[in-house]
């Protein structure tokens, strides 16, 4: 498994933007896939964002539009860009890899990055 590790969290108002980052202590580019994810307080985990291969995004409905997943094999590093900020948008942020092919549960998670949106 790959060791992740997310930065780029922080406090911002809404309709502002965040980039996170998600570095790997490693090779990702044999990693189909990748994706974002984030637990609010007092909720269950939330699907944000995957991308696989490289080029194919899929969003969650709460996000489209809004957010953009990308990656950097060369980097070791997957970001996610978020306009457009609400409060709704706070969680904490995780990034996770499906380093087996075999779902993101069993595969790396980073330890998390907090983003809060101040209405």
């Known amino acids: 498994q790959v060791h992740l590790v997310e930065s780029g969290g922080g406090l911002v108002q809404a309709g502002g933007s965040l980039r996170l980052s998600c570095a790997a202590a490693?090779?990702?580019?044999?990693?189909?896939?990748m994706a974002w994810y984030r637990q609010a307080p007092g909720k269950q985990r939330e699907w944000v964002a995957t991308?696989?291969?490289?080029?194919?995004?899929k969003y969650g409905r709460s996000v489209k539009g809004r957010f953009t997943i990308s990656r950097d094999n060369a980097k070791n590093t997957v970001y996610l860009q978020m306009n457009s900020l609400k409060p709704e948008d706070t969680a904490e942020y995780y990034c996770?890899?499906?380093?087996?092919?075999?779902?993101?549960?069993?595969?790396?998670w980073g330890q998390g990055t907090q983003v809060i949106v101040s209405s």
């Open positions: 991308i696989t291969d490289g080029v194919r995004t």
């Open positions: 490693g090779s990702i580019s044999s990693i189909s896939a």
């Open positions: 996770a890899a499906d380093d087996y092919g075999l779902g993101f549960e069993l595969g790396s």
